[in-house]
């Protein structure tokens, strides 16, 4: 099908475009920029006045809760708040029941997901089996199957042997290594960040020395073996520092911060509000603003959702026994126009993080608007402001720390590999 939108503001992050343009597709791909190609006749005109064009969001981790947890969210239903979100491509974790530990359960996501006909889905594999923490899976076999790394999702592996065996059999096979920094032992019944905040409130507390002690257990591993590691969800300062130092030094490291990390900070709990429950804590204001000046600098490299649909049951409880994670799908867009407007970031720079830069780290082919590229575009209303609610939000789970807020911008249409996918 040949589709033409016009009178858009294109926004292209990876070349700097950013002005009026026509964007011309066939046969799933962008066939010319401005100007219609000669004899090129649209199947399909889309008006988009007053819309900004952008590629499709690349989200870097997103739970759909397929396989095992279809209770908290469906495949069905975090792939629609995908498309709501603006995002084309996104990064599923391997902590599921089972992990995604096998080249059959790959197989059976992939092919799930490919029969939605929306968002692509990329799967992490899981570093070790049963996400245990001892044998290595088989990680050739995994990727052969569909995975684009290898992930121990929630804390670092208990045994560092472990850790360095895995490292150094995913760098002979040139894999990528997606580990957050989170001492297994340091702060583990903490439920918020430690400090003022949780001594009033009477919270166990999760100390920033957690992130940091497993932050240089991942580097001097890093250096010892070459391995290309992606370090997910930083949320302190001093992270920040030692990123920005591994990075300066030449290692192989990239890094990202969950959106919510962007703006909320250890003081938004309140009295106990369990939507503010989340992995890694929301953390000091002086550690916000680090990862916003971070962000802005290009030491942060991407923004992710860290979309986590946790369903009634598990979040309307006592803020300690609140199971953490929030929906993020959709929010991933208005909040990171949030962040540019606050931080006085240009857009070009700031959809970068969850376009074409994020597309980098995940080692796949998206996040911009270039002929010959896939047509994964998302345009949205600037202006729109809607407020986040049951009514409003397509997944499964409404559990974030904006329910009820408003915010600006809103997802008009997604289109994937050339097809509309979503229109509203």
């Known amino acids: 099908m040949k589709i033409s939108i016009v009178n858009a503001r294109v926004i292209d992050p990876a070349s700097g475009l950013d002005e009026p343009r026509a964007i011309h597709i066939q046969a799933g791909n962008i066939a010319a920029l401005g100007d219609a190609p000669a004899g090129f006749v649209p199947n399909r005109s889309i008006d988009a006045q007053g819309l900004v064009a952008i590629p499709g969001l690349v989200d870097l981790s997103a739970r759909l809760r397929e396989p095992g947890f279809e209770h908290k969210a469906t495949l069905e239903s975090e792939i629609g708040a995908a498309l709501a979100g603006g995002v084309t491509s996104l990064a599923c974790p391997p902590d599921t029941d089972p992990p995604l530990d096998e080249p059959g359960l790959?197989?059976?996501?992939?092919?799930?997901?490919?029969?939605?006909?929306?968002?692509?889905?990329f799967p992490?594999?899981?570093?070790?089996?049963?996400?245990?923490?001892?044998?290595?899976?088989?990680?050739?076999?995994l990727t052969e199957a569909g995975c684009v790394g290898f992930a121990q999702p929630g804390a670092l592996?208990?045994?560092?042997?472990?850790?360095?065996?895995?490292?150094q059999y995913a760098h002979g096979f040139g894999y990528t290594v997606w580990l957050q920094p989170q001492d297994p032992r340091v702060g583990r019944d903490g439920v918020a960040h430690s400090g003022a905040v949780t001594g009033r409130l009477g919270l166990a507390g999760v100390p920033t020395i957690a992130e940091t002690i497993a932050l240089q257990t991942i580097l001097e591993?890093?250096?010892?073996?070459?391995?290309?590691?992606?370090?997910?969800?930083?949320?302190?300062?001093a992270g920040i520092d030692i990123v920005r130092r591994a990075k300066s030094e030449g290692l192989p490291v990239t890094c990202d911060i969950a959106v919510h990390h962007l703006h909320q900070i250890d003081v938004d709990i309140g009295f106990f509000d369990s939507n503010h429950r989340v992995h890694p804590p929301f953390r000091s204001q002086r550690d916000r603003d680090a990862i916003r000046a971070a962000l802005a600098d290009g030491t942060v490299d991407a923004i992710c959702s860290d979309h986590t649909p946790v369903d009634d049951d598990a979040k309307q409880l006592p803020f300690g026994e609140a199971e953490p994670g929030v929906t993020g799908l959709e929010l991933l867009l208005p909040l990171t126009l949030k962040w540019a407007e606050e931080a006085r970031v240009n857009w070009g720079d700031a959809l970068a993080r969850v376009t074409c830069r994020a597309a980098d780290v995940l080692g796949v082919e998206g996040g911009r608007i270039a002929v010959g590229a896939a047509a994964d575009l998302c345009l949205f209303d600037p202006r729109e402001h809607w407020k986040v609610g049951r009514e409003t939000l397509v997944s499964q789970s409404v559990h974030t720390p904006y329910f009820g807020r408003e915010l600006v911008g809103r997802v008009r249409t997604v289109l994937v590999g050339g097809r509309v996918a979503l229109e509203r």
């Not at 790959?106 to 889905?121: C, F, P, Q, S």
């Not at 592996?157 to 490292?167: G, H, K």
């Not at 591993?221 to 300062?237: D, N, P």
Request: aromatic share 0%; proline share 0%; glycine share 8%.
């Open 106 to 121: 790959i197989e059976m996501l992939k092919h799930k997901a490919r029969g939605l006909d929306a968002t692509r889905v």
């Open 124 to 141: 992490l594999g899981a570093l070790t089996v049963g996400l245990k923490g001892e044998a290595l899976t088989e990680m050739a076999e």
């Open 221 to 237: 591993l890093v250096r010892a073996t070459g391995c290309r590691v992606h370090v997910c969800r930083l949320s302190s300062a």
């Open 157 to 167: 592996i208990r045994d560092t042997q472990a850790l360095l065996r895995a490292m």
